[in-house]
Nanobody
Framework: QVQLVESGGGLMQPGGSLKLSCAAS????????MGWYRQAPGKQRELVAQ???????HYADSVKGRFTISRDNAKNTVYLQMNRLKPEDTAVYYC???????????WGQGTQVTVSS
């Protein structure tokens, strides 16, 4: 069955860095767009970054220049490198796999990122 397993979350001080990983299985990873979303308490889930099957990336304005999404199709894994973290980056971060043309949309269980001094 489909699994998306996030790891790498935790507590970090402002200005620090974290790298999230999402290991995927149960579908043809290389054919899916992969994304990272986040949801802070009391707020809607929002897109942070997405990378297409072809490797094109785009980012939310709030993280441009600080976060980098990448994928390793050989390892079926997508990453989110988060630098210069801010308290407002605190949220549960979710991995997403999407293939619009066949109406497939998968989610991981989420990993908590807390940025606080």
């Amino acid at each position: 069955q489909v699994q998306l397993v996030e790891s790498g979350g935790g507590l970090m001080q402002p200005g620090g860095s974290l790298k999230l990983s999402c290991a995927a299985s149960g579908f043809i990873f290389s054919t899916y767009a992969m994304g990272w979303y986040r949801q802070a308490p009391g707020k809607q889930r929002e897109l942070v970054a997405q990378i297409t099957s072809g490797g094109s990336a785009h980012y939310a304005d709030s993280v441009k220049g600080r976060f980098t999404i990448s994928r390793d199709n050989a390892k079926n894994t997508v990453y989110l490198q988060m630098n210069r973290l801010k308290p407002e980056d605190t949220a549960v971060y979710y991995c997403n796999a999407k293939r619009v043309e066949i109406r497939r949309d998968y989610w991981g269980q989420g990993t908590q990122v807390t940025v606080s001094s």
